[in-house]
Structure formats: structure tokens, C-alpha cells
């Protein structure tokens, strides 16, 4: 049986003074053909799908450090995620899971990054 794939991710990331400012982070879409094949790897072999939620604590800090992402899949499954203060946390912390989360989210903010 074939794995599901992904078809689309949706990106939003920045600096925000507070929460109700998230929308004012630019939407960043990436779809099926769009997607490299090391975020893909990522995704899979580290199993984000898994993490789906919220993470971190807008009070960490000031500014807010923002990821949320949205993974959508072909066969209609989406996972969201939606961090706060990620550095801060990566920092602080020894869960693999984050250390994880991390890595996904960053390869996908600096793919963005490099290709405006």
C-alpha cells in the first residue's frame, strides 16, 4: 500500500508583538510540485505528522517568535502545527521531539526564504 503524500503546505512565520498579529504574518504556499524532496524526507522520516498541535508559550519572550504550518495530504488528511518562541525552546530544551519539529520547521522557513 502507498503512502499518503503530501500535497500542499501552507507556511506563516515572523516576529509579532502578540497573538491577535499572527494573521499578519504572509501566508506562504507550497504545493505537490513545489514541495523539495528533502522537506518531504524530513516530514516522513521524522514523523512531524505526529506533533500536529500547539507548542512553546508566547510569554517566553518579546518579540513572539511565530511558525504555524499546515500539511495537507493527498488523501485528505492535515496536520497543523503552531509554535511559539521555537528558538527558545530549542534552546531549553532536550526532547527529541522538538529537536525534530525544529528541524522540519526551519528547512521549511529557509527554503521560503530562499526562493521569494
Known amino acids: 500500500m502507498d503512502r499518503a ?4 503546505i501552507s507556511f506563516r512565520f515572523g516576529m509579532i508583538d502578540s497573538m491577535k498579529e499572527k494573521s499578519s504574518c504572509e501566508e506562504h504556499v507550497l504545493t505537490d510540485g513545489g514541495i523539495p524532496l528533502e522537506i518531504q524526507k ?3 522520516s521524522d514523523k ?3 506533533f500536529s498541535g500547539k507548542w512553546g508559550d508566547p510569554s517566553w519572550g518579546s518579540p513572539i517568535q511565530y511558525h504555524w504550518a ?3 495530504m493527498d488523501n485528505g488528511k492535515s496536520y497543523e502545527f503552531e509554535v ?3 528558538a ?3 534552546f531549553h530544551s532536550e526532547d527529541e ?3 525534530r519539529l525544529f528541524r522540519f520547521l526551519v528547512k521549511v522557513e529557509r527554503y ?3 526562493h521569494e
Do not use: D, H, P, Y
Request: proline content about 0%; hydrophobic content about 55%.
Open 5 to 8: 503524500k503530501i500535497a500542499k
Open 42 to 44: 524530513i516530514f516522513f
Open 48 to 50: 512531524i505528522a505526529e
Open 70 to 72: 499546515r500539511v495537507e
Open 84 to 86: 511559539c518562541n521555537l
Open 88 to 90: 527558545i525552546m530549542i
Open 97 to 99: 521531539k522538538i529537536k
Open 112 to 114: 521560503i526564504k530562499n
